[in-house]
């Protein structure tokens, strides 16, 4: 199934790699139950092949694995192949079934288990996150401006305290037509920002409430070390996805967060350097998790020491722990057969 905004369209192929029908149908609902009607009309369908099942397809992933359908996943095609030949919804959806033989498949999961709602509640919170920090950053640009006797009232004050005096700024004229009409409108605009904040500071703990009780629930284990708390943990688990077992091993976790050892060797001098590939976020979230470590373990501290007396810098030291917790984090997440 070739997957787009508005359009599905579906190929059905026999065992024999026979195309028995073609067909195009609306991406919603009803346009599923019609789609798997049809082409159960044509045959049994035993396993179904779907491209792009974490964006377009994924409504569709989930249907089909509801009603008991093997889905596969199937990768978009060859860019240069589609230059050659061009692009058509028929080619396309042809291409998809068979795919569990083909290479660079894998099973589809369509994004429906606790790591999709975690990717849900962070979204959330990062944008609520980047309001916040625009709302405050814009208050404080106002009183740069303002009367001199309210930039006065309000000078020495922390942020929070001046997010709360500025939620209850009272103004004596709302219409601005009496008194200093500019003084007006700068105590309501001020109230106005301080309050936006608040609303977002509720917003974004009670996501963090939600996250936290998600990594409980479901992944209790990544709470255990030392500087993993809920927000690193759902964002690691978030760049694992949904299917795990896609990962080879705790080699291409590595690599997939961007700290897989890169080698940048020249003449004689062997070293390896930082790898800017992979999620960033992730590479982050483990960046923090070893800075936490460094200053709160004395194993790390033990660890640091006697590689530096070994004469490597703290950048390569810091490079080693990351792929350190990288390993523990996929061990963690998905245990190795016993």
Known sequence: MDTHRDVHAAAVVSSLGEVIGTGSFPATAAGYRELLAWARG??????????????????LCRYLLAQQVEVFDVNRPDRSERRRRGKSRGRCAKRGPGCAERA???PGQGRRGPVQIARMFKLAKDSAVKARTQAINQLKAVLVTADPVLREELAGLNTPALIRTCARLADNDEDGGGGDAVLQATRITLRLLARRVEQLTGQIQDLERRLARLVERHAPQLLAPVGIGPDTAVTLLITMGDNPERLGGEASFAALCGVSPVEHSSGSRHYRRLNRGGDRQANAALHRIVQTRLRFD???????????????????????????????????????PS
Request: proline fraction near 3%.
């Open 42 to 59: 044509l045959g049994t369908v035993r396993r179904g092949g779907v491209e792009g099942t974490g964006s377009f397809g994924a409504a």
């Open 104 to 106: 660079g498949t894998r």
């Open 298 to 336: 004395p194993r790390t501290r033990d660890y640091y020491e006697r590689r530096t007396k070994e004469g490597k810098t703290r950048r390569e030291i810091v490079r080693c722990l990351k792929r350190y917790v990288a390993r523990e984090v996929f061990n963690l997440v998905r245990p190795s």
